[in-house]
């Protein structure tokens, strides 16, 4: 039995579930999320929660139920509060700005990195160092950050480069002088 798939998303106040065939759409303060129901479970709203159930009890059915589940349930989040990820650059010299929907990286190239947000996406800036993603679906909001991480991924040797916030870059040991005896 899946543990997650069995577990109902309670639907906080201000958002709201409709179901259209096998689509799901999640609406609240912050927008509206749609979902394509896979076969394999059946969605149903009771009162002010969604109870997913699957329909057999076969392997891919197994693997849905909990998968549907939870991107429902990061939907309701998305919706009521959002998603964000944070990101820093470490480097001298590097800085972002933001301007309307697009984001420009300075990160140590001959030219400066454009970076434009897909609909639904913010860019905050803070201290020109730090940089803030943040949108209603989690899956977007993670695949950009990780776009703009790509730009200039932290390399070992300095630490210098494009990572999230938290993240720890293991440092390697730089070449060790040659020390000879003739």
Not at 34 to 57: D, F, M, N
Not at 74 to 84: D, F, H, I, P, Y
């Amino acid at each position: 039995m899946s543990r997650i798939g069995n577990a109902p998303v309670i639907l906080p106040a201000g958002v709201g579930v409709t179901i259209d065939g096998d689509m799901l759409q999640v609406e609240g303060p912050l927008g509206s999320l749609s979902l394509q129901i896979p076969a394999q479970v059946k969605v149903q709203v009771e009162g002010q929660q969604v109870v997913v159930r699957r329909k057999g009890e076969d392997k891919i059915s197994r693997s849905v139920h909990g998968l549907s589940r939870s991107l429902i349930a990061n939907m309701v989040t998305g919706v009521e509060k959002g998603w964000q990820k944070r990101l820093e650059l470490v480097g001298v010299g590097f800085r972002a700005q933001s301007s309307g929907d697009k984001l420009t990286l300075s990160v140590g190239f001959s030219h400066p990195v454009e970076i434009i947000a897909p609909e639904g996406i913010k860019f905050a800036i803070e201290d020109n160092t730090k940089i803030t993603v943040s949108g209603t679906d989690k899956i977007v909001v993670g695949q950009v950050a990780a776009s703009v991480r790509k730009v200039r991924p932290p390399e070992p040797y300095q630490g210098k480069g494009i990572r999230y916030s938290g993240e720890y870059v293991r440092r390697k040991a730089g070449k060790a002088s040659k020390v000879g005896t003739k």
